[in-house]
C-alpha cells in the first residue's frame, strides 16, 4: 500500500504539473483566448500605441506590436478580468489579405473570442461598396468556426476619415463628417447578419458622438478648437492617442461588459500615454454613451482608480 509521504509527493507533482500544462509556453495560467485580426487601425499607426506594452499581448506575425490589443488587455486586467490576447495584423489591409496570406497564424489554435475588421472604406477600390467586407467576412467566420464551432465574432465598425471627407478628392468627399461612419456601420450590419456575429462594436459612432458632443474636433485642416481632441493623427486618417483609446474603451465595454467608466479617470494606461484626467473622463463617458445606445448591457462599475501609476507588469 502506497505510504503516506508517496501519497502526498505524488499529489504534489500531479498539482505541479497540471498548472504547468495550464501556464502552457507563456509559464502562466492563460484566460480565455482573444484574438485580434485588422490593419493599421488596430496595431496604432501614428501614435505611440502602436507598440504600447506589446510584451503583454501575442503578436503572432512577430513584429513586436501592442496597439489596441494591449490597450484591451490593460483595462481588463483593470478590471480584474484576465484574457489571453494575440493578434494578427498587417497594414492596409482587409480581411481578404489575412484568408489568403495568414491561415496558418488564424487557425493557429482555437479562439475563445475574436476581434475583426475589413479595410477603412470598406473597399479600397471601391470605397463605400460592402460587398467584399460581407463575403470575407462570411469566409472567415467559416475559417474560425472550423477550430471553434462557438467562437464570439465581434465586428468593428470603424471609424470616418478626414482625409477621405474634406479633400475634394476624398471618397466622402463633400458630406458630414459622421456620414462615412455611417456608410461603414451600414456594411458592418450586412456582413453582421450574414455571418450571424455576436455584436458589432460601434467605434465609428463613438468617434461621431465624440465630435457631436464636444470632446473633439471634427475637421482637423482647419485646426482643432482649444480644449477639444484631435482624434485623428497628422495624416487626418489613423487615430491620434485619443483616437486609438476611445477605440480601445468601446471594444473593452462591448466585449467584456464592463462599464468603461469604472476604469476611472486614473486609469493607469491613460497615465502612461499622457492623456489628462479630464480627457480620459470624458472619452470614457462616450463610449459609455455610445454602448448604452447601442444596447449594451453594462455591469455596475468596479471601484474606480485613485492614484495614477504604471500598469500592474504582466506579461504572456
Known amino acids: 500500500m502506497e505510504d503516506e509521504a508517496s501519497m502526498s509527493t505524488r499529489i504534489i507533482v500531479g498539482i505541479a504539473t497540471g498548472l504547468v500544462l495550464l501556464a502552457g509556453a ?3 495560467a492563460a484566460g480565455p483566448s482573444v484574438l485580434f485580426i485588422g490593419n493599421s487601425f ?4 501614428g501614435s505611440p500605441v502602436h507598440f504600447y506594452r506589446a510584451d503583454t499581448v501575442t503578436d503572432l506575425n512577430g513584429e513586436g506590436i501592442g496597439g489596441l490589443p494591449a490597450l484591451f488587455r490593460s483595462f481588463a486586467a483593470q478590471a480584474g478580468l484576465d484574457f489571453d490576447v494575440s493578434l494578427e495584423t498587417h497594414p492596409g489591409a482587409g480581411l481578404d489579405y489575412h484568408l489568403e496570406s495568414r491561415k496558418t497564424e488564424l487557425t493557429s489554435r482555437a479562439w475563445d473570442t475574436v476581434v475583426m475588421h475589413g479595410y477603412s472604406t470598406l473597399d479600397r477600390v471601391k470605397p463605400g461598396n460592402p460587398d467584399k467586407l460581407v463575403d470575407t467576412a462570411a469566409q472567415m467566420a467559416a475559417l474560425l468556426r472550423e477550430k471553434n464551432p462557438k467562437v464570439a465574432i465581434y465586428l468593428m465598425a470603424t471609424w470616418s476619415r478626414a482625409d477621405q471627407t474634406y479633400p475634394a478628392a476624398g471618397a466622402w468627399a463633400g458630406k458630414p463628417i ?9 456594411g458592418y450590419d450586412l456582413a453582421a447578419a450574414k ?3 455576436t455584436a458589432i462594436l460601434p467605434v ?3 468617434w461621431t458622438r465624440a465630435i457631436q458632443t464636444g470632446v473633439a474636433d471634427g475637421n482637423p485642416y482647419d485646426g482643432v478648437e482649444a480644449g477639444k481632441l484631435d482624434l485623428w493623427t497628422w495624416d487626418h486618417y489613423h487615430a491620434s492617442t485619443a483616437g486609438y ?3 480601445a474603451l468601446v471594444v473593452f465595454g462591448g466585449v467584456t461588459g464592463r462599464d468603461p467608466r469604472s476604469l476611472g479617470e486614473m486609469e493607469c494606461s ?3 500615454l499622457g492623456l489628462s484626467r479630464p480627457n480620459v473622463k470624458a472619452l470614457q463617458q462616450v463610449a459609455f454613451d455610445q454602448l448604452t445606445a447601442a444596447g449594451v448591457a453594462m455591469t455596475a462599475a468596479e471601484a474606480a482608480r485613485k492614484t495614477p501609476g504604471r500598469c500592474a507588469a ?3
Not at 488596430?42 to 499607426?45: L, P, Q
Not at 459622421?178 to 451600414?186: I, L, N, Q, S, T
Open 314 to 316: 504582466a506579461s504572456h
Open 26 to 28: 507563456s509559464g502562466r
Open 270 to 272: 491613460g497615465y502612461e
Open 195 to 197: 455571418i450571424t456575429a
Open 42 to 45: 488596430t496595431f496604432g499607426e
Open 204 to 206: 465609428g459612432e463613438a
Open 245 to 247: 483609446y476611445l477605440e
Open 178 to 186: 459622421e456620414a462615412m461612419a455611417k456608410d461603414v456601420r451600414a
